[in-house]
């Protein structure tokens, strides 16, 4: 029985590694980079044809007022001092783990007291406390940052539209230049694919 208990992932490591893992899946979108494949959703879908395009009268104001929201969406989008605070504690926290790993191990192996099993089911316990708060607030984070991924792919969809209905009106191309996508899918050059 001893032997299956030092070889046994407790309950907190499995929840150090889950936060982790939410941790590493929110990071790239709260720094901006680029998703990794595994991150990475599928391809881009065209314009959707509930899409509205912006009417053409308003297409310079409504492009300006974008300007404004994406650079409050950065601000939004930064890292967060709870999510940074718990990025910086992450390697105190595998320390911690690591260390009481290996106590909990050789106290199993010298038959503690019920005092000692006690105390080490607090030690652990109360990591796995703290992992749960942590995977709350980087849950909700995530959720935050889905939900603002969610209404760019909405944005793009109706920037797409209203460049397609601009030139299908014939609007002059400086109307219709504007008319472009923001966000994350938007090339660097400022053109569309």
């Known amino acids: 029985m001893a032997a299956r208990a030092v070889g046994a992932r407790p309950a907190a490591w499995s929840g150090a590694l889950w936060a982790l893992a939410v941790w590493l899946t929110v990071l790239p979108a709260a720094t901006g980079a680029q998703p990794t494949p595994a991150t990475t959703a599928g391809p881009t879908a065209a314009p959707t044809a509930t899409a509205a395009p912006v009417p ?3 297409i310079a104001t409504r492009s300006d007022d974008l300007g ?3 650079k409050q969406l950065e ?4 890292p967060t001092e709870e999510t940074q605070t718990i990025e910086a504690q992450l390697p105190a926290l595998d320390d911690r ?3 009481l790993r290996a106590h909990t191990a050789s106290a199993i192996s010298s038959s503690p007291s019920l005092h000692e099993v006690d105390e080490l089911l607090d030690q652990w316990r109360s990591l796995q406390d ?3 708060d ?3 607030t980087l849950t909700a984070r995530a959720t935050l940052l889905g939900q603002e991924l969610q209404g760019l792919d909405e944005l793009r969809s109706m920037w797409l539209a209203t460049r397609e209905s601009a030139k299908a009106a014939g609007a002059p191309a400086e109307l219709a230049g504007s008319a472009r996508p923001a ?3 938007r090339p660097r050059g400022g053109e569309l694919p």
């Not at 601000?75 to 930064?78: C, I, K, S, V």
């Open 68 to 70: 404004v929201y994406l």
């Open 130 to 132: 703290g992992l749960s």
């Open 97 to 99: 783990i690591r260390g």
């Open 56 to 58: 053409l009268p308003e």
């Open 183 to 185: 966000g994350p899918h």
């Open 75 to 78: 601000e939004r989008l930064a």
């Open 134 to 136: 942590w995977g709350t």
